[in-house]
Nanobody, 114 residues
């Protein structure tokens, strides 16, 4: 059974930083590309970052480019999203996803507010 479990969310002030983690199980993590999405109330899920299976290829949405960094540790079956210079518009529920499969984490809330 595939499981993706996010952690590390919470509340932070504008300009602050947070790192999200996503622990994967039930599949061969090192063989799958992975992504982070986010969703705000009333909106669809926005793809914000992708990473290839070996971690060498990454891509970002313009909205987060230069502020967020996606990374992975295949030895720990873990995906990361390092977020810096956070803005109120980054407030959302963040999801990790296994690429090319309908496998999603439950999501975790990130709130950026003063």
């Amino acid at each position: 059974q595939v499981q993706l479990m996010e952690s590390g969310g919470g509340s932070v002030q504008p300009g602050g930083s947070l790192t999200l983690s996503c622990v994967a199980s039930g599949f061969t993590f090192r063989e799958s590309g992975m992504s982070w999405y986010r969703q705000t109330p009333g909106e669809g899920r926005e793809l914000i970052a992708q990473i290839g299976n070996l971690g060498m290829n990454t891509d970002y949405a313009d909205s987060v480019k230069g502020r967020f960094r996606i990374a992975r540790n295949n030895g720990k079956n873990t995906l990361y999203l390092e977020m810096s210079n956070l803005k109120p518009e980054d407030t959302a529920v963040y999801f990790c996803k296994r690429n090319q499969y309908p496998h999603w984490g439950r999501g975790i809330q990130v709130t950026v507010s003063s």
